[in-house]
């Protein structure tokens, strides 16, 4: 099939490439030329694992190419993938959905035969239907646009995967569909023929999903850091505890890790829009304990400051602190609003000398914290430490061995952001581990 992907950021660029990857010619569109350049080019503007090769391929195929022209994208394709960014609106808890329009707006005066949209971004319930209205007023005469909602599922360090193996497909279409599920089906035969569960819904129940999902996974990453603060308060062991819960079937024992949080470009912001949203579809009351989520969230930084300043002996001034870790998660270089490096320059703004050691996000924390000194290695990181953060489960961070660290080191002092490392094993070296929720 042809399909083309408006908007080539993490979301759009996935997406175009896996959809090369399943057999079909794409042109991902974005008005940023200097993007398009960069993926006709062969290189990703962000770090995700796997996603290099597999675009060279498509590329090197010609099943893929990159354009700046929505009108050889409408003369390209009858089924077009919406896939822009919906930051938060500043000053407030609201998605910023003028892209969304824009897509709209530029492409529909353009078509000169009915098309598909298909959106993906993650938008308030509601936007879909009113995009229908948007699109109808826009197309020329005897276009018919019709708007159909799939959002995505992808996790930042396994994207590819859950592009191309995606544990459900969810379709929203119009009342009056007339081609939107067949459309998608046949675009995703190849995940369907291996039993992908395809759901099809109305276009605000497709819209709620995701931003639902995004809600409960927040729910029980801040319900166990709360656990975590009354662990703290009676000197018992939230780690344990949880191992404990995730016998539970009804519960298990992912995201159940107490540490310092959820943070990126999605999580956060996305539980605050959908607060945003219910409020103004008069669900305001419904949603309330999300505010609770979010600040629990936003308190684990302060208090993982205070753990550092306890490990540095009363007082950060003057200490100097290895922070490992400035993405908010581990295979990504993506640092918006990154719980590390919050905490790297809260440590800074406290007195300490903080070295960041990140192994792909050194790069995007220059550009937000410049004043942070970046080292090149986790040894130029713990050169003369007075304490070690681990504030992000690198695979690089959770080999390491303490013996390796001990001669580098000022004092023998971890403080483990993430509840990720082998306690016995560093305290059997000899070194002072802190960490949320445990002793």
């Known amino acids: ?87 938060q609106r500043k000053g407030e808890n609201a998605a910023d959905l003028r892209h969304v329009y824009a897509v709209i707006d530029t492409l529909v005066p353009l078509l000169r035969r009915s098309a598909l949209i298909v959106g993906k971004s993650t938008v308030p319930v509601g936007t879909a239907a009113e995009l229908c209205v948007r699109a109808a007023n826009l197309a020329a005469d005897g276009v018919t646009v019709e708007v159909a909602w799939n959002p995505e599922f992808l996790r930042e360090g396994f994207a590819v995967q859950d592009t191309l193996h995606p544990d459900r497909i969810v379709l929203g279409v119009q009342r009056d569909s007339k081609r939107a599920e067949e459309a998608v089906r046949e675009l995703y035969s190849p995940m369907l023929e291996k039993q992908v569960p395809f759901l099809l819904t109305d276009l605000q129940t497709a819209e709620l999903v995701k931003v639902s999902a995004n809600a409960f996974l927040a729910t029980k990453i801040s319900f166990i850091n709360a656990i975590s603060e009354v662990c703290e308060a009676v000197d018992a062991d939230v780690t344990l505890l949880a191992d404990a819960l995730g016998y539970d079937a009804r519960i298990g024992r992912r995201f159940l890790n107490a540490g310092l949080g959820f943070g990126g470009g999605c999580l956060p912001k996305d539980i605050r829009a959908f607060m945003a949203r219910a409020g103004e579809v008069g669900a305001n009351h419904a949603l309330t304990f999300l505010r609770e989520v979010d600040s629990i969230n936003m308190r684990r930084r302060t208090r993982m400051v205070e753990l550092a300043t306890r490990a540095c002996g009363g007082t950060l001034l003057g200490a100097n602190v290895a922070v490992l870790g400035a993405a908010f998660k581990p295979e990504s270089d993506d640092v918006r609003d990154s719980p590390a490096l919050n905490v790297a320059g809260m440590l800074q703004l406290n007195g300490a000398t903080v070295n960041v050691y990140d192994p792909a996000a050194m790069e995007n924390s220059r550009r937000i914290f410049p004043t942070l000194n970046y080292s090149t290695s986790v040894v130029d990181a713990c050169d003369r430490a007075d304490a070690v953060l681990v504030l992000t489960e690198w695979s690089e961070f959770l080999e390491l061995r303490p013996e390796t660290l001990a001669p580098l080191v000022n004092a023998k002092v971890v403080v483990d952001g993430r509840n990720c490392l082998d306690r016995e094993l560093w305290r059997q070296a000899g070194w002072q581990l802190y960490a949320l929720g445990r002793a």
């Open 1 to 87: 099939m042809r399909c083309t992907v408006l908007g080539t950021g993490y979301l759009g660029a996935t997406h175009a490439v896996g959809m090369a990857e399943l057999g079909h010619h794409v042109i991902g569109v974005d008005t940023d030329s200097g993007k398009v350049a960069k993926l006709a080019g062969g290189s990703v503007p962000f770090y995700e694992p796997g996603l290099r090769a597999m675009l060279r391929r498509n590329l090197d195929n010609g099943r893929l190419r990159f354009s700046t022209d929505y009108a050889e994208a409408a003369e390209f394709s009858d089924l077009h993938f919406l896939s822009v960014g919906t930051p």
